[in-house]
């Protein structure tokens, strides 16, 4: 069996790996991917499942039934005015406010006046609110504080307490009030 020289065997690897570096490089020239026009209606289709559908029978005006607008009035009938008596001049229309910022701050004074300081038991601020009744209440961060503005009742949650001022909200809208020297003290 003849051997080639080693001279020869260099040059001959040399040669294979040149051709081998050739094929590579014309491989590369083609794509395992398809032409744009194979691919179109795929990426159409694709775009199309990936949109977020709308509900089909809801305006993009439609009311949460979450936070309805009226839902803090009485139902038709159930909170009648009483009858004007006597001859006299028909009473002034009760002014009633609406929206939830303008029930915050329409009860902002009585609150006010009635929260007589704050207090910490057990690591938790409480806030001390005088009711009605006289009796002194001990409210925490998500109770609620029932209020009545125009004969209309409303409930404010409580969403937060420090030593200066508190936090109340209403449908979302928050009001911060502060506990001021004259009504209120911290301790």
Known sequence: MKTLPLRDSFALGVLVALCGGATAVWAQGRSDLASPDVRRPTV????????????????????SPFHPPDFDRP??????????????????????????????????????????????????????????????????????????????????????IDTTSFILQYQGERLTLPISAQTGKSQ
């Open 44 to 63: 159409e289709l694709a775009t199309r499942l990936a949109r977020p559908a709308q509900p089909q029978g809801t305006a993009s005006d439609a009311v």
């Open 75 to 160: 139902a038709p009938g159930m909170a009648a005015a009483p009858a004007p008596t006597g001859g006299g001049a028909a009473p002034a229309p009760v002014v009633r406010p609406t929206g939830a910022r303008a029930i915050l701050d329409a009860a902002a004074p009585a609150i006010q006046g009635s929260v007589s300081g704050t207090f910490q038991l057990r690591g938790e601020r409480l806030l001390a609110v005088r009711a009605a009744s006289g009796s002194q209440q001990m409210l925490k961060v998500g109770d609620t504080l029932n209020i009545t503005i125009e004969a209309m009742p409303y409930s404010l949650e409580i969403v937060g």
